[in-house]
């Protein structure tokens, strides 16, 4: 130190101490987060790989866009003659008559569902009332009614044994019900709920055998239920809506079934892998009834677009469509004759259409109910066939 230079007192140190403090340069530094990401590269990488997944998907829809068509083309270089031409030769249908032979009257609200026992005597119903009732169609008596939890029971179903009748709608569940000998039985003691849907139960069938039952719902899939267990055994996901019908194939083994639904398509499913191996898109709304024609290779169904259409497995397409100008309310039902030359369709405007499969022309129109017909089935022997209506009565025709 200088001897001219005087030590700086106290006071003045700490003066300097606090213009240091005070007055030094003050730099922003970013939090702990924020230098992370300042320094991390992962922002403009992750757009980057956005633009390049709508680039895929966009590309992926394009593809599947042109192999549709690709396939369309396909299918119409197949389609060089239709059903009617082909069946020109075919010798026309004479006289046809057929009328009301019973009538069951017991629900109290619309009836929504039907299905006939094996033993091609015995009826099982469902209504909006809430009541699922077993009928002996040579009598017209009741044998067993049961009461459900809840109103709407849309769908039934007789087991192939005769020993059990399965039902459900908007309960969400299907619930199988064993019928015995003794018609004072309280069979609602004996309920067994076997599915469990999310959403409405829209139709039910037993397969070849009482141990297991399909089942189709309002949450747009099918599903394949153990009876005993309860057990899911197979789900079936490709409908894009409800599901409102589905249709067992009539072969033996009875490894494939049909359904439809709101998403105006028609899948084929095969049950033991659970996958859709066909689809069919070709009627303007909804499908409410699908049914197998008696060899299996071909089915039919009905739509609110007032049509019926025929499609062919094998062909692997629309091959008729059932219609006139002049009908113009949906389709609620649809099933074949025990031969498959007619094809009977219940309609919302109260009547039911007989249609000629091969030429495809209408050959009866049968009067008899007062509200829209809900349900109809042929009898196993083919000798009859019942309806079921908003006019809460059912109907057996021959």
């Not at 095969?270 to 859709?276: H, K, L, N, P, V």
């Not at 060899?295 to 006139?324: H, M, N, P, Q």
Request: negative net charge; contains cysteine.
């Amino acid at each position: 130190m200088s001897p001219n230079c005087t030590p700086p007192t106290l006071s003045e140190k700490f003066d300097q101490v606090f213009l240091t403090l005070c007055f030094k340069p003050f730099r922003c530094r970013p939090l702990p987060a924020q230098r992370k990401y300042m320094r991390s590269p992962l922002i403009p990488e992750m757009a980057t790989q956005e633009v390049q997944l709508n680039e895929t998907l966009a590309h992926l829809k394009t593809e599947s866009e042109t192999l549709k068509t690709k396939l369309e083309e396909e299918r119409a270089k197949l389609h060089d003659v239709e059903l009617h031409q082909v069946a020109e030769k075919v010798e026309g249908l004479g006289q046809f008559v057929m009328k009301t032979r019973r009538t069951l009257k017991g629900h109290g609200n619309k009836v929504l569902c039907m299905d006939w026992c094996k033993d091609k005597r015995r009826i099982v119903s469902s209504s909006q009332d809430g009541k699922v009732i077993v009928w002996d169609a040579f009598t017209t008596n009741k044998e067993h009614a049961v009461t459900m939890p809840c109103t709407w029971v849309m769908a039934c179903a007789y087991a192939p044994s005769g020993c059990a009748v399965a039902c459900g709608g908007l309960d969400n569940k299907c619930s199988v019900y064993p019928l015995s000998l003794d018609k004072n039985e309280n069979l609602a003691a004996k309920k067994k709920s076997v599915a469990m849907h999310t959403n409405y139960l829209s139709a039910c069938s037993f397969t070849n055998s009482d141990m297991q039952i399909l089942t189709s719902s309002g949450d747009g899939t099918c599903a394949l239920w153990d009876v005993e267990s309860g057990q899911l055994l197979q789900s079936f996901h490709g409908h894009a809506a409800d599901v409102l019908c589905l249709d067992l194939a009539p072969s033996e083994t009875g490894n494939t079934f049909v359904s439809g639904g709101c998403d105006k398509k028609a899948n084929v499913w095969d049950m033991r892998s659970g996958q859709c191996i066909q689809s069919f898109e070709t009627h303007e709304s909804d499908i409410n009834s699908v049914r197998y024609y008696p060899s299996g290779d071909a089915f039919a169904s009905g739509s609110d677009d007032a049509t019926c259409r025929l499609y062919d497995l094998r062909a692997d397409r629309e091959v008729a469509i059932y219609s006139k100008e002049s009908i113009i309310f949906g389709v609620s039902s649809v099933d074949f004759s025990l031969s498959g030359r007619l094809l009977f369709g219940g309609y919302n405007d109260y009547t039911i259409n007989v249609w000629d499969v091969l030429k495809g022309t209408r050959v009866s129109i049968l009067f008899g109910h007062e509200n829209r017909v809900s349900t109809l089935r042929v009898s196993p022997d083919g000798t009859a066939f019942c309806t079921g209506s908003w006019d809460h009565t059912l109907r057996i025709w021959a």
